[in-house]
């Protein structure tokens, strides 16, 4: 059974960084694409970054250049380096498996909390 684990979340200052992890039991995160989304209550949830199979990564504009996803086959982890982070980033955020390996629909984690203090 495919379960997605997220961790890294916690507090930190404006201009701080934090780095993020996920693991995917029963599924190889470099054969799939993978991202990370975030949500805050009352809204809807949001596309962060994406990595697909060829290593190719897509950003929402409101994180361009200061997040970056990235993975690491040999740990069968995905991350997510926050930097520069500002208090529009606190969120709810959620590790995502593509379904058949793809970024139409996902398998889902817990989330983790980040919550950033001006």
């Known amino acids: 059974q495919i379960q997605v684990k997220e961790s890294g979340g916690g507090s930190v200052q404006a201009g701080g960084s934090l780095k993020l992890s996920c693991v995917v039991s029963?599924?190889?995160?470099?054969?799939?694409?993978m991202g990370w989304f975030r949500q805050t209550p009352g809204k809807e949830r949001e596309r962060v970054a994406n990595i697909e199979v060829t290593g190719s990564t897509t950003y929402a504009d409101s994180v361009e250049g200061r997040f970056t996803i990235s993975r690491d086959a040999a740990k069968n982890t995905l991350y997510l380096q926050m930097n520069n982070v500002i208090p529009e980033d606190t969120a709810m955020y959620y590790c995502a498996a593509g379904r058949r390996g793809y970024c139409l629909s996902y398998y889902w984690g817990q989330g983790t909390q980040v919550t950033v203090s001006s």
């Open positions: 029963e599924y190889t995160v470099s054969r799939g694409c």
